[in-house]
């Protein structure tokens, strides 16, 4: 299928939103986002795959960025019509025996919270192959999706338009007591759906945000797949993700994938190419 449909209407709100009435970025955050450098969270990992835990390690890279609204990438420069986005790419890092996963994924948020992610691109790549699934907000969302799985092959559909889970990961950055809690349909992460080899459709979902001492707790639990993820961050701006950790059944058994957080930094890190940019990843932990 090739798409050629356009969205002439990106600055009106998505009426799929799971965000209250009114409600708008958090207190100080041009301040904490604008300051030319990203934010860099590591993570001590523990990832369910083939029924084992594997240790590894994950990184959130949140970075503020302009979009442009038709091509949906990375502007090169300055523009009216650019949207302004939080875009997190986020990566795991694990081995399975004998070889390694390397997966990521990047979702692209409007700051304005008037509209769900503009855009999200997952991709795994492990020893037995590659699998990529893309979705662009359009019209309706449109999905690419290609593997070397046999059920997973190549396709390419339309959704209609419900609130992403992946996209949470941005609003709870851009203002967690924004986020409406309820009953949605939802799409759940890329990751899931890929790796549990499960058809890319909205799902339903319970979506609940709560105080718990010194963090807000968000979670999101698929009574259908028997999945719930729970997120924990500080309590004040920026609201810094602390730990996740995600329940899952499969045949009858429970599994869980863990993350605790390491250390924090910020980093215009696309200028620290040079052997001495090493020093940065000795501070996160990861070398």
């Given at each position: 299928m090739l798409f050629c449909t356009k969205n002439n209407a990106q600055n009106k709100e998505d009426i799929t939103l799971p965000i209250k009435k009114n409600k708008h970025k958090h207190v100080g955050f041009s301040e904490y986002w604008y300051r030319g450098k990203a934010e860099i969270t590591s993570y001590e990992l523990i990832q369910n795959r083939y029924g084992e835990l594997r240790k590894g390690k994950a990184v959130n890279i949140f970075v503020t960025e302009d979009f442009l609204p038709e091509k949906q990438v990375k502007a090169d420069g300055l523009n009216e019509n650019n949207i302004p986005i939080l875009k997190l790419?986020?990566?795991?890092?694990?081995?399975?025996?004998?070889?390694?996963?390397?997966?990521?994924?990047?979702?692209?948020t409007p700051t304005s919270l008037l509209k769900n992610a503009i855009k999200i691109s997952y991709s795994s790549q492990e020893w037995c192959g590659n699998t990529y699934i893309q979705l662009n907000n359009r019209e309706k969302y449109q999905i690419h999706l290609r593997s070397y799985f046999e059920t997973n092959s190549d396709t390419d559909f339309l959704l209609n338009k419900v609130p992403l889970e992946n996209d949470f990961w941005n609003l709870l950055r851009i203002n967690p007591k924004a986020i409406k809690t309820g009953n949605y349909k939802v799409i759940p992460s890329f990751e899931y759906l890929a790796l549990q080899h499960?058809?890319?459709?909205?799902?339903?979902?319970v979506i609940l945000v709560i105080k718990k001492k010194n963090y807000l707790v968000f979670s999101i639990e698929y009574k259908e797949l028997d999945r719930k993820l729970i997120i924990s961050l500080e309590n004040k701006p920026p609201y810094i993700i602390e730990s996740w950790i995600e329940n899952f059944s499969k045949s009858g058994t429970t599994y869980t994938n863990s993350a605790k957080r390491i250390k924090t930094i910020q980093s215009a890190y696309w200028n620290e190419k040079g052997e001495n940019g090493l020093k940065y990843r000795k501070e996160l932990g990861l070398y």
């Open positions: 790419n986020a990566t795991k890092n694990f081995v399975t025996g004998i070889y390694p996963y390397s997966l990521m994924t990047s979702t692209f499960k058809e890319v459709k909205p799902y339903a979902a």
